[in-house]
């Protein structure tokens, strides 16, 4: 089994006909992912690789029955597309645009909140089932299929921990990235939920970063919730406070909220280890298993 | 990230929305501010425009009762160094006599994922010490982002926080205004502090922070129009202009690497294996070689940095295209200015081990030992 993607998911990916989409739509299909359908509005009746594009999701959802989208559209429209993805009702929409509004993100949230859709993103790598399907940009030659679940903040992150994992032998039911943004739809908490009632999943890690309260949810989570043993990694011990780190999320305010202190110590209170290296994270999980 | 307006841009833009603003004119010379206040009259404040927190303490705002003390005050402000910035300009602004002095602000809740409006009597002094001390002091209301601040919510956060009753609904409604401009202008945050009453019991911002989301600047020409460079280094300037994120801090092993987190994670594990990292510096997803080499250019100008990593775990990045960025930037070079360690791994992390010119530089498998080289490299370098 898995989280939220598998081989049952029918892509649409908004923004196809861009270099971006069109790139990593061709990379999703080669590592096997079901890409039934794309969207550029105005382009609707062309075809990408012989993938048929419509100009709106409503069409791909009902010439295509696509349940999933991913939305490569630039910052300036990607909000505008993800309200499109939330009103046609699909199952998941994967965010990968970096850059969307605040404000923009603060509406969708409002608007998914009434939804049953589940979001993942913005500014994410996406979501990998190794094996079954892939939506997103994340390299798929260094997943192999397992019993380990990865959530991460962070994207090359990610990847770095699960090449510790891959080179191990120890491969992975489901690897998201849920993004660097101050305001994303799938949090830690609930990916940690989805984990937890897997029952493939026999050990999660979960990799954060300094900025916000988070991981301090997922902590209080993990004590009262789950079972799955749970290993951690923060970046950004040596963040100085009042600077962002690269994503938009990433800053240690100048009252001292959101640091990796805080957040080891969290995580160290609710029985998770947490690794020095994101080799060390990799010895945990070998420990679990 | 946000783009900082100054205290003068914010207040036109609220004086604008009809939000009283004291009198105020702007200056960049001694002979300016003297012209200033003989217009405006004493009690004036002189205040440096510089993006920094808590000015008033560090000596950036004075208040002149007279001639003599606007002088001084214009030629102790003018050219002085606030925190790394050089104040080239002053708002010279006309005192108010207040009776009450309150805080109001207007930010986003990443937690919920909603803005927040705060009000407090106790404006006038530092809000992060008041939220921390004494956090009942500041109420705070959510606001649906969908259909904005509703005059009720206003009216309710005003009550809740103590605002006297003969001005509490002239405070509401203030506060409602200062919520469209946040919306209207896709404001990060937006904080008065003070929010003066006057012995007429008229309200005004006496100060004005107000951050722009710069994602959103696309949609906003005219806020675009009034973002100035400010750097608090060269480095970061130039970080700027090559449009990299770049934190400079204040170790000697320089650190190159692709995505947000993996590059935080390079600093932490530099500090781990006891070195000390120089900067923060993500060259992002899908490099060009340009843009490595550019990368290479801005760590190398870095004075304090002895040594450099290289780390790319490549998913939209090639490590071919890395590879041939490091090998264009150190072939210009008759003499390699400080050693680099270079680890690639993920997509086309083959291809770029053999274009790699060796010669050049140290190439480790793992991150751990990329950085262990790399902190040792120092230690030799600064030895």
């Known amino acids: 089994m898995s989280i939220f993607v598998d081989d049952d998911t029918r892509v649409v990916v908004q923004g196809i006909t861009g270099g971006e989409g069109k790139f990593h739509t061709r990379q999703m299909v080669e590592y096997g992912t079901n890409v039934v359908a794309g969207t550029s509005p105005g382009k609707g009746g062309q075809d990408v690789d012989g993938i048929p594009v419509y100009d709106t999701v409503e069409e791909a959802v009902d010439e295509e029955d696509a349940n999933a989208s991913v939305v490569f559209v630039p910052p300036a429209f990607a909000g505008d597309a993800i309200f499109e993805a939330l009103d046609t009702d699909l199952d998941l929409v994967v965010a990968i645009t970096e850059g969307v509004p605040t404000q923009d993100m603060a509406k969708v949230n409002k608007r998914l909140s009434e939804t049953d859709t589940r979001l993942i993103g913005p500014n994410c790598p996406g979501i990998i089932t190794p094996g079954e399907s892939k939506l997103g940009i994340l390299p798929g030659n260094i997943f192999e299929e397992g019993n380990v ?141 | 990230m946000v783009m900082k307006l100054h205290e003068y841009q914010a207040k036109d833009i609220f004086a604008e929305a009809g939000i009283p603003v004291p009198e105020s004119r702007l200056a960049s010379s001694v002979e300016e501010v003297m012209e200033a206040v003989e217009e405006i009259g004493y009690p004036a404040a002189i205040k440096a425009q510089v993006h920094v927190g808590g000015r008033g303490k560090a000596g950036g705002i004075k208040i002149a009762m007279d001639e003599d003390e606007a002088r001084q005050a214009a030629e102790d402000i003018l050219g002085m160094d606030l925190k790394g910035y050089t104040v080239d300009r002053v708002l010279v602004e006309a005192g108010v006599d207040f009776e009450n002095e309150l805080y109001v ?50 009216r309710k956060v005003v009550f809740e926080a103590g605002i006297p009753r003969d001005v509490a609904f002239d405070v509401a409604s ?61 480095l970061e300037a130039k970080a700027g202009e090559y449009g990299f994120d770049y934190v400079r801090l204040s170790g000697n092993v320089g650190i190159i690497g692709n995505g947000a987190g993996l590059v935080m994670t390079t600093l932490d594990l530099v500090d781990y294996f006891g070195g000390e990292p120089a900067n923060f510096l993500d060259i992002g997803g899908g490099a060009k070689a340009e843009r490595v080499a550019n990368a290479l250019d801005m760590v190398f100008s870095d004075e304090n940095v002895d040594s450099v990593v290289f780390n790319i775990f490549g998913g939209i990045t090639r490590g071919d295209e890395v590879a041939k960025g490091i090998n264009e930037a150190l072939e210009s070079f008759d003499e390699i200015p400080k050693p680099v360690v270079v680890r690639l791994a993920g997509t086309n992390a083959e291809e770029g081990m053999e274009i790699l010119n060796t010669d050049l530089v140290q190439v480790e498998g793992t991150l751990e030992d990329a950085v262990q080289r790399a902190v040792k490299n120092a230690q030799e370098v600064s030895q």
Not at chain 1, 179 to 197: Q, R, W
Not at chain 2, 118 to 144: F, L
């Open chain 2, 174 to 234: 203030f506060l409602t205004t200062l919520y469209d401009l946040y919306e209207s202008n896709d404001a990060s945050d937006i904080e008065i502090n003070p929010v003066m009453i006057t012995s007429d019991r008229d309200i005004i911002a006496a100060d004005a922070v107000m951050n722009i989301d710069d994602d959103a600047l696309f949609r906003h020409d005219d806020l675009a129009a009034m973002e100035e460079d400010a750097y608090e280094n060269d």
């Open chain 1, 149 to 289: 679940g990865l959530v991460s903040r962070s994207g090359t992150l990610t990847y770095q921990v699960v090449s510790n994992l891959t080179e191990r032998g120890i491969g992975q039911t489901t690897a998201i990235g849920i993004g660097g943004d101050p305001i994303i739809g799938t949090s830690f908490v609930d990916a940690l939920e989805a984990f937890e009632n897997d029952p493939d999943t026999h050990a999660v890690v979960m990799c954060g970063e300094i900025g916000g309260e988070d991981e301090e949810q997922a902590a209080k989570f993990i004590a009262e919730n789950m079972d799955t043993p749970v290993a951690g990694f923060i970046a950004g011990r040596t963040a100085p406070p009042g600077k962002r780190m690269g994503h938009a999320g990433a800053i240690v305010s100048g009252s001292g909220t959101g640091t990796a202190e805080s957040k080891i110590s969290a995580l160290n209170d609710a029985g998770v280890p947490v690794g020095d290296t994101p080799n060390e994270v990799a010895d945990h999980i070998e420990d679990f298993l």
């Open chain 2, 105 to 154: 602000g207007i930010t986003m809740d990443r937690s919920e994922g909603k803005p927040v409006a705060m009000v407090s009597t106790e404006g006038g002094v530092n809000i992060e010490e008041v939220a921390e001390e004494n956090p009942d002091a500041i109420a705070r209301e959510h606001i649906d982002p969908a259909f904005g601040l509703h005059p009720y919510q206003a």
